[in-house]
């Protein structure tokens, strides 16, 4: 029944615009380097309200054709550069100006795909994004994903060392934090077990975003707690093919734990036509902690690479990809015991095809993906020779998704979706503690947008059905509802105040069900339930914002109340030598607060605070959730000189005493870290050189969230050097 009143209503929503004429102008414009007056090529220009966006060819022009008419923001950026918004008015049969002047500046005005499925600017999304550029992430070289984001406001990383790290966003870790890579979930096993690390190679992606609370309307019930996507440039399908050759080249090297990485990549148009393709290889040795002591076993490798071909007409596109990433990483000790040295052996293959029409009638755009992935990884135990695999690990997924993109009218916009996943999950060896699973999940929502003069809205729903058919067992089925309601308030010039509400369900995971042995990679002697019930939540989100050429500024604060929460309950008994934990459900709630503080205090001078805290507890007995990040504070000051830029930064944690039953405090700490880089912007090539020294001081600190951090504390003194080129 709601299924039907959901649909006939998104229908309605849908069939809107057939009662509305549109006129149409168009926009035209440049954009140049400022002081030098060079025309710049590869610049994206997002028209927020429509979520269009098109790049600036080799004079440095762009044009937007058949806008509708209407009062728009336009958001010009590059990276490496600063990011400008223009408001401009489109008028009937008329083209509107908008020339933009770019110059090299610490401070920009994000832009995601994440938040709503097409371009916007994160200032107007109605969700908090945080997004680093491949500048940004070509210094922050790591073999994980997690590792890049730790200390991003509101987000810090899962780890049984470095190659295993994961990203938490909000205190939520597992199941409840979706990654992606092109808007498609990667099909790793990383959210089930400590151990399981989530290899991204961040050297050859345009962009990482973080969506920070729950993004289930989307994305699904994984997304409970947020979700983080690496967007390829490729994947954004702008409104025109780029005829001629665009790259780069990116090269790390770094000291402490011998990091060294490259990384390549090329896009070459003709015609409609575009073809691509990338590769990359990282590689560590064993680290060393703060005062010198040698965690052994904590090396690394990660090797990469892609190729596709798509085809981009005016109002139709389609293409073709496929991904693979093959590495090693070891899970380390204490000290040097052959016996104990384990490593995880692992493989990705993916393949996708995706396309779409644009201009689809009265509907505004229909856009469709299908997906494989396919994940492998062995455990590898080091106690003779050769080589014994102790578990293999083998994940299966097949994804399909449609969406209706609805024609904007002067006010409504919006997307209907479908989705669809097969999943088989099979494991064998000593922890094949889960018996082979097929699991099917499907789904549909819609997510609309209303804007007025002085606010927008924004709602939607989804509704999404699994069923999980495991081997020797019963099946087991979970239906549940998300929905969102949020405003959009404009305040002063430059200004804004945002609040959501949202309901979302989470079907228990398969390990939650199913598990029933011991798991080194948790710690424990895990007992899943499969009489286990749908957890669902109810939040708020509030928020203000400030966006202007000095100042980018965001506080927010959360509140979440979960029913029938799930997390591991450890009993205090021992089950061949692991503490026995136990899935079990409960009433729990999150709440906490964040800031991102960034201003101009002189023309070449910026000043960089952040702060974020997470509180997390059993409503009914007040005990503290385990491996709750501590409250931690950042203070940065960026000096600016032309293309040079210096910032020292402290980065402050609390110590955290809030433990779960059997968890072990831990203590607070200060490290001091140096960023320095030289941007040099040409006419056709960007050059970007970088210098990171962190830890500093060497001190020695261990991460309350990581499942070793007795026996692994973090990453002592070290520096790292980059070098990257984009060709255009």
Not at 198 to 208: G, H, K, N, Q, T
Request: net charge negative; aromatic share 12%.
């Amino acid at each position: 029944m709601k299924l039907s009143i959901f649909l006939i209503a998104i229908i309605c929503l849908f069939a809107a615009p057939l009662a509305f004429s549109q006129s149409t102008g168009g926009i035209k414009g440049m954009v140049t380097l400022a002081d030098r007056e060079l025309s710049l090529h590869h610049v994206t220009i997002v028209i927020s309200q429509l979520r269009r966006s098109v790049e600036t060819d080799e004079s440095g022009t762009f044009e937007f054709k058949n806008v509708p008419v209407g009062t728009y923001d336009l958001v010009a950026s590059s990276p490496g550069l600063s990011s400008l918004l223009q408001t401009i008015t489109v008028t009937e049969g008329q083209t509107a100006a908008a020339d933009f002047k770019l110059k090299i500046s610490g401070i920009t005005a994000e832009v995601t795909v994440t938040a709503t499925g097409r371009e916007q600017t994160a200032f107007e999304s109605f969700q908090i994004v945080n997004t680093l550029d491949s500048f940004q992430l070509a210094e922050k070289s790591a073999a994980s994903v997690g590792e890049v984001l730790d200390n991003q406001p509101g987000v810090a990383k899962r780890s049984f060392g470095p190659g295993t790290s994961r990203p938490v966003i909000r205190g939520f870790d597992g199941d409840r934090v979706l990654i992606m890579q092109d808007g498609v979930r990667t099909g790793t096993l990383s959210s089930q077990s400590g151990d399981h690390g989530e290899p991204i190679d961040v050297m050859s992606i345009e962009r990482l975003e973080v969506v920070k609370g729950p993004a289930t309307l989307l994305y699904g019930s994984n997304a409970i707690g947020g979700v983080v996507n690496a967007v390829s440039r490729h994947y954004q399908m702008r409104e025109t093919s780029q005829a001629g050759l665009r790259g780069y080249l990116t090269g790390t090297g770094g000291s402490n734990n011998a990091n060294g990485a490259a990384s390549a990549g090329f896009e070459y148009g003709v015609n409609n036509w575009l073809l691509w393709g990338n590769g990359g290889n990282q590689k560590t040795r064993d680290y060393k902690a703060g005062g010198g002591e040698t965690i052994v076993n904590s090396g690394s490798r990660l090797s990469s690479g892609g190729a596709g071909v798509g085809w981009f007409g005016d109002n139709a596109f389609t293409s073709f990809g496929y991904t693979h990433e093959d590495g090693i990483y070891g899970i380390p000790l204490e000290e040097a015991d052959p016996e104990e040295i384990v490593r995880l052996d692992f493989f990705r293959r993916n393949a996708r095809i995706s396309g779409g029409v644009r201009n689809a009638g009265n509907i505004g755009g229909i856009r469709f993906n299908f997906n494989y992935s396919g994940w492998n990884h062995k455990e590898l135990n080091f106690v003779e020779d050769p080589v014994e695999v102790a578990t293999t690990f083998n994940n299966k997924q097949y994804t399909y998704e449609f969406n209706l993109d609805q024609k904007r009218t002067n006010r409504l916009t919006g997307t209907i979706g479908f989705y669809g996943m097969h999943r088989d999950y099979a494991t064998a060896g000593a922890e094949a503690i889960a018996p082979p699973v097929k699991a099917n999940v499907n789904a549909v929502f819609g997510l609309e947008e209303v804007s007025f003069e002085r606010f927008k809205l924004q709602f939607g729903g989804r509704i999404e059905s699994t069923r999980y058919t495991p081997v020797g067992a019963t099946d087991t089925s979970f239906t549940g509802f998300s929905g969102a309601a949020g405003i959009h308030i404009p305040t002063w010039k430059g200004g804004a105040f945002v609040t959501n509400y949202t309901h979302s369900y989470r079907a228990p995971a398969l390990e939650e069900l199913y598990n029933n042995g011991p798991h080194p990679g948790n710690l424990a002697f895990e007992v899943g339930d499969t009489d286990l019930e749908n957890e669902s939540s109810d939040g708020i989100d509030v928020s203000v914002r400030h966006s202007s050429e000095r100042f980018r500024t965001e506080a927010s604060f959360f509140y979440y109340d979960l029913r029938n929460y799930v997390f591991l309950f450890l009993t205090g008994e021992e089950i061949d030598g692991f503490n026995e934990a136990i899935y079990s459900q409960g009433n729990s709630r999150y709440s906490g607060t964040e800031l991102d503080f960034k201003a101009g205090v002189h023309p070449n001078v910026w000043l960089d605070l952040g702060f974020d805290y997470v509180n997390a507890e059993l409503k009914s007995s007040t005990t503290p959730l385990p491996r709750i990040p501590p409250a931690r504070g950042r203070i940065g000051i960026e000096g600016q000189y032309k293309g040079f830029s210096i910032k020292p930064e402290l980065v402050m944690a609390r110590n955290q005493s809030r433990v779960f039953t059997l968890e072990d405090p831990t203590a607070g700490y200060t490290v001091f870290n140096l960023n320095a880089s030289y941007t040099i912007p040409t006419q056709h090539m960007s050059h970007h050189i970088a210098f990171n020294a962190f830890n500093l001081g060497d001190r020695l600190y261990r991460n309350h969230i990581s499942f070793i951090k007795d026996l692994a504390p973090e990453i002592g003194r070290g520096v790292r050097v980059t070098y990257s080129v984009k060709f255009f």
